[in-house]
Each structure stands twice: as structure tokens, then as C-alpha cells.
């Protein structure tokens, strides 16, 4: 049903991903996953124009938690992901 609401971008890592990231990888990321996340940023760049580090047009992203199971206020939300001191200075 299409209530007319804007749907940001965006991308899922799964929480299968998350979990061998834990158990199996040792916290690295594997060169495959990795450059689906770098594609995947890529087409949101594309998209909006914006670029990743880029102090002049910067995109800045949300991270929002999932689970299997709902857990209200449970997850963390990292919001402006991407912004740092020289992002700041460049919107000034």
C-alpha cells in the first residue's frame, strides 16, 4: 500500500553476516563482502549525488540494528555516520 511516504536508501548486511563476522572471520570482513558493502555505497552515492567523505557534498548515513526477534529499544541507532570534524568545517 503506497501511503506517499520517501523511503531512504539503503542496504542490509544480514544478521548471518553479523554473526560469522563474530565466530568465523575473526571481526574482519572477508574481500567479497566487503566490496558488496562498497557497491552498495556506491549506488547510493549515484543516486543522491553525495559522496561518502566528501566535505563539500558529504552522505551521511544511518545505522539502525536488526534482530530474528523484535526487540523494542533494544538496538542501537548510530545516526550521521560519516561526519567528522572536516565534514563539519566543510558545511560551515
Known amino acids: 500500500l ?51 567523505g566528501d566535505a563539500a557534498n558529504p552522505l551521511l548515513l544511518s545505522v539502525r540494528s536488526g534482530a530474528a526477534i523484535s526487540m523494542p529499544g533494544m538496538m542501537d541507532t548510530v545516526l550521521n555516520l560519516g561526519l567528522n570534524l572536516g ?3 566543510g558545511l560551515a
Do not use: M, Q, Y
Request: aromatic fraction near 10%.
Open 87 to 89: 565534514i563539519c568545517k
Open 2 to 52: 503506497a501511503i506517499g511516504l520517501s523511503v531512504p536508501l539503503g542496504f542490509t548486511i544480514t544478521t548471518e553476516c553479523c554473526a560469522k563476522f563474530c565466530d568465523e572471520w575473526g571481526e574482519n570482513i572477508p574481500d567479497d563482502v566487503w566490496k558488496d558493502v562498497i557497491s552498495s555505497l556506491r549506488s547510493i552515492e549515484d543516486a543522491t549525488g553525495c559522496k561518502f
